[in-house]
């Protein structure tokens, strides 16, 4: 199939374009500048001038992965990104006859909740990068309702890959260096997707019917924190995790924050960084599963290739 890729040049873009040219895949790949180096049957557009011109000819598809995700509190960006992006790709398909979209949102587009977070968990609201990923997602569903035509969105989990900038990569460095990782006991769920993992679903989403499709995308299972960081040890051949007492952490966190504020570094210890270590990630893929799709790599090879480009000097 010839699909057009947005956001291609990004973390998340580089994994879908290489597993989509692997599975046979070709066609355009798009992103504010032109992306470059890229596999055999694909060629780099920019972005404007993609939508400034009618779709070519024989195009399927379109894999929407173009995201502002940090917009540094600029919430007025993170809204003609996220949302109006989304918008004027679902307009330019409507009129090109493009039938399929496949829409990579985030786990943060709905409210988290106690217990396993799941396709029908409440929407995000308020000016967060999360919100705007759920008026995204709603506008996919809009356009999905017209005739003929047929939309995936898959939620992912944090995406890590064997790549700078991936999600984990603070974890892996801070366990080779003997560093505390965990906070008390580490029994914290944590929800995570590998790349691979997430580009196997993208091409999963590509066939299917007319309608709207819904979608969490994560490794296997959720871990433990103590778990994940121990995988992370063993594969890394560095000692057991260490943890940071409950007691020294509520005592450091409020500092934390106050040292941060006023000298912009980011301590290890702060009171978000506190919430984040206590509160679980329980994200299912189980209807994902259900529908067919079956995970390229466990989460355990998806560490073990991280683990290895820290290990170089990545």
Avoid at 14 to 36: D, M
Avoid at 99 to 122: N, Q, T
Avoid at 223 to 237: D, F, I, N, S
Wanted: include cysteine; charged fraction near 20%; proline fraction near 8%.
């Amino acid at each position: 199939m010839e699909c057009l890729v947005t956001g291609a040049g990004g973390f998340v873009g580089r994994g879908v374009i290489e597993a989509l040219a692997a599975a046979g895949h070709g066609g355009i790949a798009t992103g504010r500048s032109a992306p470059r180096r890229l596999p055999a049957g694909w060629v780099g557009r920019e972005r404007a001038a993609i939508l400034a011109a009618p779709a070519p000819a024989g195009l399927g598809a379109i894999v929407h992965l173009e995201v502002l995700q940090d917009g540094a509190g600029d919430a007025a960006a993170l809204e003609r990104v996220n949302v109006g992006g989304t918008v004027e790709w679902l307009e330019w398909a409507a009129r090109g006859g493009i039938a399929r979209v496949v829409f990579v949102s985030s786990m943060l587009a709905v409210a988290a909740r106690g217990g396993p977070i799941l396709e029908d968990a409440p929407p995000a609201t308020g000016d967060s990068y999360g919100a705007t990923k759920a008026r995204a997602e709603a506008a996919v569903r809009a356009w999905a309702a017209g005739p003929g035509r047929g939309a995936v969105i898959l939620r992912a989990a944090p995406v890590y890959a064997p790549e700078a900038g991936s999600n984990l990569l603070a974890l892996v460095r801070r366990v080779r260096a003997g560093r505390p990782v965990l906070l008390g006991r580490g029994e914290a769920l944590r929800s995570v997707v590998s790349r691979r993992n997430l580009a196997a679903a993208v091409l999963f989403a590509l066939s299917g019917p007319a309608g709207c499709e819904l979608y969490n995308v994560a490794d296997p299972r959720p871990l433990p924190m103590r778990e994940l960081a121990a995988t992370v040890a063993e594969l890394a051949g560095a000692p057991p995790p260490r943890s940071l007492p409950e007691w020294l952490a509520n005592a450091a966190a409020p500092l934390g924050t106050l040292c941060g504020w006023m000298t912009g570094w980011t301590p290890p210890v702060t009171l978000a960084r506190l919430r984040e270590l206590r509160t679980p990630v329980d994200f299912r893929c189980d209807r994902l599963v259900a529908a067919g799709y079956r995970h390229p790599e466990t989460t355990r090879e998806g560490l073990a290739a991280l683990v290895a480009h820290v290990t170089r000097g990545g």
